[in-house]
């Protein structure tokens, strides 16, 4: 069994910063990319920024030069520090992994249970 948990979410005022963490655990063998996803009050899902192993960090156009994720390899953990926020930032954030559970397995996305993000203007 594997599992995403996140921490860090809360409520700031427009300008501030968070950081959220993710750490993944259980049965894992390897993990290929983790990622942040959010998805606002009756809007789809995004990325937000994911991180593949090795790879280059993506990020969604409307985060660039705010937003920053890392990982800690070691720890299977993933960070996302979010500076300058706004309103427009207020969602639910979920932890993404892609990964592979055995050597011979295939890759498969596990996700985290989600932590609210609140900016007020």
């Known amino acids: 069994q594997v599992q995403l948990v996140e921490s860090g979410g809360g409520l700031v005022q427009a300008g501030g910063s968070l950081t959220l963490s993710c750490a993944a655990s259980?049965?894992?063998?390897?993990?290929?990319?983790m990622g942040w996803y959010r998805q606002a009050p009756g809007s789809q899902r995004e990325l937000v920024a994911n991180?593949?192993?090795?790879?280059?960090?993506n990020y969604a156009d409307s985060v660039k030069g705010r937003f920053t994720i890392s990982r800690d390899n070691a720890k299977n953990m993933v960070y996302l520090q979010m500076n300058s926020l706004k309103p427009e930032d207020t969602a639910v954030y979920y932890c993404?992994?892609?990964?592979?559970?055995?050597?011979?397995?295939?890759?498969?996305?596990?996700w985290g249970q989600g932590t609210q993000v609140t900016v007020s203007s």
């Open positions: 993404n992994a892609e990964l592979q559970r055995t050597r011979w397995g295939g890759r498969f996305p596990y």
């Open positions: 259980g049965n894992i063998f390897t993990i290929n990319s």
């Open positions: 991180m593949p192993s090795g790879g280059t960090r």
